[in-house]
Each structure stands twice: as structure tokens, then as C-alpha cells.
């Protein structure tokens, strides 16, 4: 399996704009998790999916943010619109059958907002 | 509000010495615990989880748990350069929950 992947690798748009980014688990893993990372907040859990339905969204930072997973190979997440505090590498893991088993992390996006 | 806690550091050790890094944790039902490395620009990777009270080796590192203090540890021999990342601390709380993830410590191994 390729792992986890991401795209795009980098972003760069500009304050007011949508931003969509896109993610496609581990074949077979049943959970997929949205996490943000800043130098100053860490790795903080934005959502997560167990088998495609929305779990707990409650790191959703604003309602700016959704996430949505139409199909179990494909999840997308929207910042609509963007602002500068927006800008960090967000990252997309998958795990296999529990949400505390080992976590697959993809490359990450790395999002800059003007 | 279930935490963990790691010290962000840096940790500065040299080549050939033994890093400790340390991780606390809130939550006294908390069942498994993971060890990640985030070298600069990349994705955290798993380089070790231990469920039960005690020591696991795996190479040069060991994962030490004490849940009575609820503390887990990871010790790295003969530590390189190469071994220069963050080290994530990763715990599962009680119930079907997900990681929670401390905010790291960066370790810098000088040659």
C-alpha cells in the first residue's frame, strides 16, 4: 500500500479564498482523523470518521471548517473562508480498526494564508 | 480534559549518550501508549508502543511504563545524530476514544 496520501503538498492562497484539502487513507482502515499542527497548539485532533460517518468534530476550530468523507478511500477538508491564523501543515491519519490503535499519518499540507 | 504533557526542550545530548525523554498523562484508565519521531518538515512515525506496567526494547530504544505515576518514558542508546527529532508522546484514554498526542520534545544529538 502507498500509505496514506495527501494533496496538495503545499498551499498558498490568499486571505477570503476556499481552501479544499484532500486525503485518502490506508485500504481496510476503518478510521480517519484530521489533525492541525503549530509550532505553538501541537497536534490538535480536528475530526475524525469511523467507516465514513463524522465521530466527534468538537476541534473543529469554527464553523469556517468542514470535513466531509463521502466514500471510504476519499475525505476532503474545506476552510471557507481562509484567514491568516489558518496557516499551519495539516495532516491526515488513518488507523485500522480502533481509534486508539496506531495511527498512519500522511505527508501533510502545508497551508500558508496572505 | 484528558492531557499529556512532555517537556519541549531541547534536549541537547552527545553522540553516543543515552536521551531520556519523559511523558505524564491525566488519565488513569489510559490503555495504550505510543512513541513517535517527527523529523523537521516530515510526518510523525511510530517507533514504539507499550500497553503493560514495565520495560519494552526494541533495539536502541526502550519504552518504560509506570501507570501507578503515570508516566512512560522512552530511552534511546547511543544516541546519533539521525536520532535528531521531535519525539511525540501518544496516549489512549479510556474508552473507544482516539490518541491524544503530547506537544513533544525535541531532541538534538550533537556529533
Known amino acids: 500500500d502507498a500509505g496514506v496520501i495527501q494533496s496538495p503538498r503545499h498551499e498558498v492562497t490568499e486571505m477570503g479564498q476556499e481552501v479544499t484539502l484532500r486525503c485518502k487513507p490506508i485500504?481496510?482502515?476503518?478510521?480517519l482523523f484530521w489533525y492541525r499542527q503549530t509550532m505553538m497548539r501541537g497536534l490538535e485532533l480536528l475530526i475524525y470518521f469511523n467507516n465514513n460517518v463524522p465521530i466527534d468534530d468538537s476541534g473543529m476550530p469554527e464553523d469556517r471548517f468542514s470535513a466531509k468523507m463521502p466514500n471510504a478511500s476519499f475525505s476532503t477538508l474545506k476552510i471557507q473562508p481562509s484567514e491568516p491564523r489558518d496557516s499551519a501543515v495539516y495532516f491526515c491519519?488513518?488507523?485500522?480498526?480502533?481509534?486508539?490503535?496506531?495511527?498512519?499519518f500522511g505527508p501533510g499540507t502545508r497551508l500558508t494564508v496572505l | 480534559q484528558k492531557e499529556v504533557e512532555q517537556n519541549s526542550g531541547p534536549l541537547s545530548v552527545p553522540e553516543g549518550a543515552i536521551a531520556s525523554l519523559n511523558c505524564t498523562y491525566s488519565d488513569r484508565g489510559s490503555q495504550s501508549f505510543f512513541w513517535y519521531r517527527q523529523y523537521s518538515g516530515k510526518s510523525p512515525e511510530l517507533i514504539m508502543f507499550i500497553y503493560s506496567n514495565g520495560d519494552k526494547e526494541d533495539g536502541r530504544f526502550t519504552a518504560q511504563l509506570n501507570k501507578a505515576s503515570q508516566y512512560v518514558s522512552l530511552l534511546i542508546r547511543d544516541s546519533q545524530p539521525s536520532d535528531s527529532a521531535t519525539y511525540l508522546c501518544a496516549v489512549q484514554p479510556s474508552g473507544n476514544t482516539p490518541l491524544v498526542f503530547g506537544k513533544g520534545t525535541r531532541l538534538s544529538v550533537i556529533a
Open positions: 485500504s481496510g482502515h476503518d478510521y
Open positions: 491519519a488513518s488507523s485500522f480498526t480502533s481509534p486508539g490503535d496506531e495511527q498512519f
